[in-house]
C-alpha cells in the first residue's frame, strides 16, 4: 500500500460551501494517493483495507491558506506598529529589505520564517520575497523542503524604494525576473513562481507594463497591494492620472489577470464600486488581510460587499505589517473587524459568521490553488490535527463549539501533525 493513502479518525470540521460547517464527531477521513474521498459516519467496507490512525478526541480540519504573506518581513513582525503604510514601509520595512542582498542574513531568516511556516496552521502560501534574485531563490530552496506549497514572488521594484533597495531601471527590473525564472525552471514541487510588483507607487510605468507583458507571454500568474491607506490610494491616483481607480491603474498595465490565471490583489480596503467590478471582471482574488489592517490603522475592507459581488476572497497574515502567521489570529480579528464594520461604519453591511469566516481560511483561499481546502471528495488532502484538550471547560462542546472556541483563543490549540496532498509535513514532539 502506498504510505499516502490512508484513514484518520477524530473530531473532523470542514466547509462545504460558504453558509456551513460540516463536522463529525469520531468521524472517519479517508485520503487516498493524496486525494481525500470524504468524511464518514462509518467507514465504508472498500477503506477498510487502509491503514488507521485515530486521533481520539482531537480535531481534523482543513489545511489553511495564507494568501498573502512577506518572508522577509518575519523576524521583524510587532515592531514599528506606531506607523501607517507609507512610514512604516520607508522607516522599517524597506530597510529591512534592503539587508537581503546578503546571503548569509537571508539564510538565516529565511530559515526562522520556513520553518514556523512549516508548523503553524498554513499549508498553502502565496508568498512575497524581496528584489534579490540569489535570496528568493535560497526562500524559495527552503520552502520546497517544508512540504508546503506555496507560490514564491521575487519584487520588482524600480522607484521609490530609498537608499538600497531599488532597481536601476524598468529594463533591470525586468532582466532579473527573467533570470530568476531561468534559474528555477524546473527545479521544484511544491513551490511555484509568482510575479510581484510590490505596488504601483514602487513600479514605474514601463515597469508594469513590462510585467503584465511577462505574466502573459509566460502564463504567470501576479499579486501585488491594492487599495490599503487613503494616502496611498492619493498618490496612485498622482502617479497614474489618466486612472479612474487605483484597479483601473493595474489594469491599464495589465497587470489585473484573467479567470484562468487571477491576480491576488492583498487589502482592497477602500475598493469601491468601480474596483468590485474590476476584480470580478478579471476573476482576481482579494486577500484580505485583518489583522495588518488594524495594525497599520489602514482600515476595515468590505468583505461582504466582495462576497456578494461574486469576488473570490481568502485571507492573509501579511506579515509583518500582520503580527503572526497564525491563521486563526487572522480569522479571530477578520471577525471582530466585520463586527466593528457593521456596527460603526455600515449597518447595511452584516458582520461575517463564523461559519464565512472558516470557509475564508480553508476553501476560500484553497482555490486559488485547485481543489483545496475542504475535505469534499476529489480535494488534496490538506489536514490539521489540532489537540484542544488544554481549553478545560464544564460543559460537552459540540465539535462545531471546539472550532470557534479555538479561533477565539489560539494560545491553546496544539497542533499535532499536518498533512499536505497526503503527506506527513510536520509532526510534534511531545
Ligand atoms: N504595500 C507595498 N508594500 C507593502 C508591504 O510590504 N506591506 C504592506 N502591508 N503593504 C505594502
Ligand atoms: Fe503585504
Known amino acids: 500500500m502506498i504510505d499516502n493513502s490512508f484513514v484518520l479518525r477524530g473530531g473532523i470540521a470542514y466547509s462545504e460551501n460558504i453558509n456551513g460547517i460540516v463536522t463529525y464527531y469520531r468521524g472517519y477521513l479517508v485520503c487516498v494517493d493524496g486525494i481525500c474521498k470524504g468524511a464518514f459516519v462509518n467507514l465504508p467496507d472498500k477503506y477498510k483495507g487502509l491503514k488507521l490512525y485515530d486521533y481520539g478526541e482531537r480535531l481534523i480540519i482543513p489545511g489553511m491558506t495564507d494568501l498573502h504573506v512577506h518572508a522577509p518581513q518575519y523576524t521583524f513582525r510587532g515592531i514599528g506598529m506606531d506607523a501607517e503604510l507609507l512610514e512604516w514601509l520607508s522607516t522599517y520595512t524597506f530597510p529591512e529589505e534592503a539587508k537581503y542582498s546578503d546571503m548569509d542574513y537571508a539564510i538565516k531568516s529565511y530559515n526562522y520564517f520556513s520553518e514556523d511556516l512549516r508548523r503553524c496552521f498554513t499549508t498553502r502560501a502565496v508568498v512575497f520575497a524581496t528584489m534579490h534574485n540569489e535570496a528568493t531563490i535560497e526562500l524559495m530552496n527552503q520552502l520546497e523542503k517544508t512540504g508546503v506549497i506555496t507560490y514564491v514572488g521575487k519584487v520588482n521594484m524600480d522607484r521609490n524604494g530609498g537608499e538600497g533597495l531599488q532597481e536601476a531601471s524598468a529594463a533591470e527590473s525586468i532582466n532579473a525576473t527573467k533570470e530568476w525564472l531561468a534559474a528555477i525552471e524546473g527545479k521544484y514541487v511544491n513551490t511555484n513562481p509568482i510575479l510581484t510588483p510590490r505596488f504601483i507607487p514602487s513600479c514605474s510605468n514601463e515597469l508594469m507594463k513590462g510585467l503584465g507583458q511577462l505574466s502573459k507571454d509566460r502564463g504567470l500568474r501576479i499579486q501585488s497591494h491594492l487599495s490599503e491607506n487613503p494616502s496611498e490610494v492619493a498618490w496612485v491616483k498622482e502617479l497614474v492620472p489618466e486612472s479612474t481607480s487605483y484597479a483601473n491603474a493595474y489594469e491599464i498595465f495589465d497587470t489585473m489577470g484573467t479567470i484562468q490565471q ?19 471582471k478579471h476573476g482576481a ?25 461574486g469576488i473570490n476572497v481568502g485571507l492573509g497574515t501579511d506579515v509583518a505589517a500582520g503580527s503572526s502567521m497564525n491563521m486563526l489570529k487572522t480569522m479571530f480579528i477578520t471577525l471582530q473587524a466585520s463586527k466593528m464594520y457593521y456596527r460603526l461604519v455600515d449597518s447595511n453591511v452584516k458582520p461575517l459568521t463564523f461559519e464565512e469566516v472558516f470557509y475564508l481560511a480553508t476553501a476560500g483561499g484553497g482555490s486559488y490553488f485547485g481543489k483545496v481546502g475542504s475535505f469534499k471528495d476529489g480535494y488534496d488532502f490538506d489536514a490539521v490535527v489540532i489537540d484542544d484538550s488544554k481549553m478545560h471547560s464544564m460543559r460537552d462542546m459540540s465539535i462545531r463549539e471546539r472550532i470557534e472556541r479555538m479561533v477565539y483563543n489560539d494560545a491553546d490549540a496544539i497542533i499535532k501533525d499536518k498533512f499536505v496532498k497526503g503527506k506527513k509535513v510536520y509532526t510534534r514532539m511531545e
Open 262 to 280: 487571477p491576480t491576488i490583489m492583498a487589502h482592497c480596503v477602500y475598493s469601491g464600486d468601480e474596483e468590485i467590478s474590476i476584480l470580478k
Open 285 to 309: 482574488y482579494v486577500a484580505h488581510c485583518a489583522d495588518s489592517n488594524m495594525n497599520l490603522t489602514s482600515g476595515i475592507a468590505p468583505i461582504r460587499k466582495f462576497l456578494e459581488a
